[in-house]
């Protein structure tokens, strides 16, 4: 029975692609129906496939040996690569939440 409460229902393939039309361009999250999860920017959509630029992180290691600022932990660095997916692997796509502060962020007036 817990598993049947929290199991989500499957999008319809053209209610799914109304939805990547909407999220053109825009950073998602996306669900597959096998429970795995990415975050990445809906590039192209055709009739059967949407096609996102899939985040990776990649360590600084990877990028450079050589360390030329200090022993200070690095940089998170993104590499993003180009993955198709079929409308019917999906379970759910949701625009990422970005945080910002309010303006301005300043302790003293900006006219000084």
Do not use: W
């Amino acid at each position: 029975m817990y598993h049947q409460q929290h199991q989500q229902e499957m999008v319809h393939p053209e209610q799914f692609k109304q939805m990547c039309e909407q999220y053109m361009n825009y950073h998602v999250l996306g669900e597959l129906n096998d429970g795995t999860q990415f975050e990445g920017i809906i590039v192209s959509i055709n009739q059967t496939n949407v096609t996102i630029l899939v985040a990776e992180d990649v360590d600084e290691q990877q990028i450079t040996m050589n360390r030329q600022f200090g022993y200070a932990p690095g940089r998170r660095y993104r590499r993003y690569r180009r993955r198709t997916y079929p409308f019917n692997l999906f379970r759910g796509l949701f625009l990422y939440p970005f945080f910002y502060p309010s303006y301005p962020n300043y302790g003293y007036p900006y006219y000084y």
